[in-house]
């Protein structure tokens, strides 16, 4: 009998470790959703509560950022620009307004050096606002340093694509890169894993939500880092060159979800 107590006793604990270690890695990812328009928080406020004080580049009112609903996905958050005005604080030359991961925010949303993070989160790319000159939805920078102007990685739109592109400091190399037909109008699912290092594992996948299908990945190692860097970190949104007769920009987000 004393055995079988034993037995039963190990085998508690075995349960309970099991839990304990699925509750600590759930509590490893950090997931963002909208609570719905016109209820709850704002956008802004949700923001705020993940990713610090100051989480947006650009306008923060509610015609800029603000919640609604997307059939078959429920609450989103969606961003949005004008065809003029909307400027990057003095660079009259450019527009933004973009979802920030930054120095005050807390770690579990960026990466420091050495760190393995991974970003998942769905988007609809609302009307096609893509051009020659940069226009980003997603972007990997790092943060102080003498190399932090330019982004680590990009998702962004040109006349014809949506491109996934690296740079190790200098122009942006395309690693992968599929139809904007594809996309636009439609919810895709991204996921992007990196270790933030000078020779960092990188992988990103894009799949259609509705078919499961994949439109482009990438795996590979890739300069993941900048010299005398705090952090690399994520910037979700709208951000491009202002040119003669652009479009207005809208483009919904949903169910950021960050693991470290």
Request: a neutral charge; glycine letters at 8%.
């Given at each position: 009998?004393?055995?079988?107590?034993?037995?039963?006793?190990?085998?508690?604990?075995?349960?309970?470790?099991?839990?304990?270690?699925?509750?600590?890695?759930?509590?490893?990812?950090?997931?963002?959703?909208?609570?719905?328009?016109?209820?709850?928080?704002?956008?802004?406020?949700?923001?705020?509560?993940?990713?610090?004080?100051?989480?947006?580049?650009?306008?923060?009112?509610?015609?800029?950022?603000?919640?609604?609903?997307?059939?078959?996905?429920?609450?989103?958050?969606?961003?949005?620009?004008?065809?003029?005005?909307?400027?990057?604080?003095?660079?009259?030359?450019?527009?933004?307004?973009?979802?920030?991961?930054?120095?005050?925010?807390?770690?579990?949303?960026?990466?420091?050096?050495?760190?393995?993070?991974?970003?998942?989160?769905?988007?609809?790319?609302?009307?096609?606002?893509?051009?020659?000159?940069?226009?980003?939805?997603?972007?990997?920078?790092?943060?102080?340093?003498?190399?932090?102007?330019?982004?680590?990685?990009?998702?962004?739109?040109?006349?014809?694509?949506?491109?996934?592109?690296?740079?190790?400091?200098?122009?942006?190399?395309?690693?992968?890169?599929?139809?904007?037909?594809?996309?636009?109008?439609?919810?895709?699912?991204?996921?992007?894993?990196?270790?933030?290092?000078?020779?960092?594992?990188?992988?990103?996948?894009?799949?259609?939500?509705?078919?499961?299908?994949?439109?482009m990945s990438y795996s590979g190692t890739k300069d993941m880092w900048r010299s005398d860097a705090d952090i690399v970190r994520p910037k979700w949104g709208l951000y491009r060159k202002i040119t003669t007769g652009m479009p207005?920009?809208?483009?919904?987000?949903?169910?950021?979800?960050?693991?470290?």
């Open positions: 009998m004393m055995k079988k107590s034993i037995k039963r006793m190990m085998a508690g604990v075995a349960l309970l470790s099991t839990l304990a270690f699925s509750a600590t890695a759930l509590a490893a990812t950090v997931t963002v959703n909208s609570d719905g328009p016109n209820t709850g928080q704002t956008a802004l406020q949700i923001f705020q509560q993940y990713f610090g004080p100051n989480p947006v580049d650009g306008p923060t009112d509610s015609t800029h950022i603000f919640e609604t609903t997307s059939s078959g996905i429920g609450n989103v958050f969606q961003f949005h620009l004008n065809n003029s005005g909307d400027y990057d604080g003095s660079n009259t030359d450019r527009q933004r307004v973009e979802l920030k991961g930054y120095n005050p925010s807390p770690s579990n949303v960026v990466a420091k050096q050495g760190e393995t993070i991974t970003y998942n989160w769905r988007f609809k790319v609302m009307n096609d606002f893509g051009q020659s000159s940069f226009c980003h939805i997603f972007q990997i920078k790092a943060q102080n340093g003498t190399e932090d102007a330019d982004p680590i990685l990009t998702f962004s739109l040109d006349a014809n694509n949506l491109t996934f592109r690296h740079s190790p400091v200098g122009p942006l190399t395309t690693l992968a890169q599929t139809s904007k037909s594809n996309i636009i109008g439609k919810w895709v699912e991204a996921t992007v894993k990196f270790t933030a290092s000078d020779t960092g594992s990188l992988s990103m996948t894009l799949k259609d939500v509705s078919s499961g299908n994949t439109l207005t920009a809208d483009i919904q987000f949903a169910n950021f979800q960050i693991t470290k």
